[in-house]
């Protein structure tokens, strides 16, 4: 079995999560059937099977993400709230770099930039504290799923703002038909995607 095929056998659906039907998302009405939460837990709970997810975001960042950065390094990984706190400070020290959270507003201390976004139910502001990437850095943007891509875009934007450089954003999951990659300023990478 492939590493991708033993990560994604590890996912576990859960139908009609967080609601029995919520119309307001696009997935709800291009289903017709409600939301169908995948769910990452599983991969955490297996020491083997979360290495394999480790290993396998680190080769493709190694082999592929690096090869094409003139600095060939990363200088920090982003994680969004509250998944990507799960997988960025792993990636980070195993890439020798720096781990900074992307969170909710008001939930960081100190002075912070703040970048609002849609979700399919209104809008939300993720924030970033102001110190925490200097002007020419390299980031890696990590989430476990993309979907309508509003809060990765947001991630990129507090980025940009702080002179940072986006080589790519990085998912577990990716639901393709929302086509959420393409409101990004930087390639993504997904190991699973979905299309329905």
Known sequence: MSDVAFIKSHLKSHPDFPKKVCIRTKFAIKKGL????????PIL???????????????HVT???LASSPSNKVDVVV????????????IALRLGAAFVPVRKRGKLPGECVSASYEKEYGTDIFEMQADAIQP???????????????????AGELIAKRGGKTLEYLFIIELTF??????????????????D
């Open 45 to 59: 709970r297996n020491p083997l099977a979360f290495e394999t997810l480790i290993t396998h975001l680190l080769h």
């Open 63 to 65: 082999s592929k993400t």
């Open 178 to 195: 929302l086509k959420g990659a393409s409101k990004l300023d930087a390639p993504t990478y997904s190991i699973v995607q979905a299309d």
């Open 136 to 154: 020419g850095q390299t980031v890696l943007v990590i989430d476990d799923l993309i979907a309508t891509g509003g809060s990765a875009k947001a």
């Open 34 to 41: 409600g939301i169908v939460f995948l769910d990452i837990f």
């Open 79 to 90: 994680g969004l709230d509250a998944r990507g706190f799960l997988l960025g400070p792993i």
